[in-house]
């Protein structure tokens, strides 16, 4: 399936920007109450897709098998604004061996030797990879227009 793209930067920038960036992804489901919500996590990028990881009995998961259909966003907190969003479909599969829990402990805490990552390490076989193959991303930028402020 195609993506749709829209905003100032093109595919490779936001590539690019998905590759670096360590801000979580905020990724938005819709919960049994009919609501969206708004859940922080830790992503890796490759191949086009987004991966996440969660204990397959989250409330995330919980709302994922029971719809597919996702937001997110990801950009900083703090002024100048700039970032990408977009809507996709997320798929589970099982994360038994670690590896991609693994792949995000390196990223975002540089290891799995700390208490938490030894602690997420040692529920490895419940965990749940989250897959988001991106439909439409819009990016935006507001650095140059928000220099100096």
Not at 3 to 14: A, D, M, R, Y
Not at 122 to 140: A, Y
Request: glycine share 8%; net charge negative.
């Amino acid at each position: 399936m195609a993506v749709t793209l829209k905003g100032p930067w093109n595919k490779e920038q936001v590539d690019n920007f998905f590759s670096s960036s360590l801000f979580p992804l905020r990724l938005a489901c819709v919960a049994e109450d009919g609501f969206p919500r708004v859940v922080s996590v830790w992503y890796g990028y490759e191949g086009e897709r987004l991966r996440c990881v969660s204990h397959r009995s989250s409330q995330l998961v919980n709302m994922l098998q029971r719809c597919e259909r996702v937001g997110f966003e990801l950009a900083p907190n703090e002024p100048p604004y700039y970032g990408v969003r977009g809507q996709g479909i997320a798929r589970l599969d099982a994360d038994a061996d670690g590896a991609i829990l693994s792949q995000m402990l390196q990223r975002y805490l540089g290891g799995t030797d700390s208490r938490l990552g030894k602690w997420l390490l040692s529920r490895s076989e419940d965990e749940v990879l989250i897959t988001i193959e991106p439909l439409r991303l819009f990016s935006w930028d507001y650095r140059e227009r928000m220099a100096g402020e």
